[in-house]
């Protein structure tokens, strides 16, 4: 009976932890967008986890729903890994601590898919790929072999811009020539005189990626962004960026996971502010000047992302957020 009571004892405390480091990390990641506009200064730890997920994702061994962020691990921060070791070791012992972490399913759908948008729009054309609010997106140097023609603007805010300059250094042991880092405070400098002085050409075909952002900005900084994308980038151009349902926003959790994380980043002191209501993203879209092409939701990214090779689903991802595809309209 001790014995029993005393595996009981261990399961019950081994589920709390990972059930905690599993709010934590969900917590931080939906904080990002937020903290980067606040912490202008500050190199924002939460680009470590989300990095962490998608290095986790990296090491499954079925190719199916494994992440392809090959370089994930590598941008993680040493201390970030020795503050938070169980993120460290084999593909195993890490996938028992985000098991029940809707944020980690999520995470590796919304990497394939906008991974998959990124590759369809590269052979259609698109010349320049625009990542706002970058952290250790590594798209420009995965992609780089695939498509040299491609150039790359990172912006994010100035201490994530240099820290992330730094990790590319001890990653490569130089700044690849097809990548530019934009510096920029979003409260006292313009995006549009920022990204033109850096080399981006408002008449060469687009592609803008706005991942993990939305949710914690006001409706006029997501207006305003849109808007810009309408204006100053060429027909055909696009961006694919990740939102929130607004119920959620509103104290409706019907949602799964959604109750759980908006009470923790809520108590953190960095509360959701935006969302686009179930089924009003077209026109909110359209209402920007842009063509919707998709929008998915976590049945579609499921599907089309976390079924392994036995026919199963690898987890349940969050299910309060979409990921919306939308374009610069054509001139008649």
Request: net charge positive; aromatic share 12%; charged share 25%.
């Amino acid at each position: 009976m001790m014995n029993l009571t005393s595996k009981s004892r261990k399961s019950r405390l081994n589920y709390f932890k990972a059930t905690l480091c599993a709010v934590f990390f969900l917590a931080a990641l939906l904080m990002y967008g937020q903290l980067s506009v606040l912490a202008s200064d500050k190199v924002s730890w939460t680009a470590d986890m989300v990095a962490a997920y998608r290095a986790i994702a990296a090491l499954d061994s079925d190719e199916n729903v494994r992440n392809p962020d090959y370089l994930a691990s590598r941008f993680v921060r040493p201390e970030f890994k020795t503050k938070f070791p169980a993120f460290d070791p084999g593909f195993e012992g890490a996938r028992k601590v985000v098991q029940e972490s809707p944020a980690y399913f999520y995470v590796n759908a919304r990497t394939h898919h906008i991974d998959t948008i990124l590759k369809q729009e590269a052979a259609n054309g698109v010349n320049q790929v625009i990542i706002l609010g970058a952290g250790y997106d590594s798209r420009a140097y995965r992609f780089r072999d695939a498509f040299p023609r491609l150039r790359f603007f990172e912006v994010d805010l100035p201490a994530m811009s240099l820290q992330k300059k730094l990790r590319v250094k001890e990653i490569f042991g130089y700044l690849p020539e097809n990548v530019v880092h934009i510096p920029l405070d979003f409260n006292t400098q313009s995006l549009k005189a920022a990204l033109i002085e850096a080399g981006y050409t408002p008449t060469k075909k687009s592609l803008f990626i706005w991942e993990g952002v939305t949710y914690f900005i006001s409706p006029e900084g997501v207006d305003s962004t849109l808007k810009f994308i309408a204006k100053h980038a060429s027909p055909g151009s696009s961006v694919v960026f990740d939102y929130m349902l607004l119920p959620v926003i509103e104290g409706d959790y019907r949602y799964y996971g959604s109750r759980r994380i908006a009470t923790a980043v809520a108590r953190r002191g960095e509360p959701y502010i935006f969302g686009i209501r179930e089924g009003g993203a077209e026109h909110f879209v359209r209402s920007k000047g842009l063509t919707p092409n998709s929008d998915l939701g976590p049945k579609d990214l499921t599907q089309a992302y976390l079924i392994r090779r036995d026919g199963s689903v690898d987890g349940r991802m969050a299910e309060f957020l979409r990921i919306m595809q939308a374009r610069v309209q054509e001139m008649n």
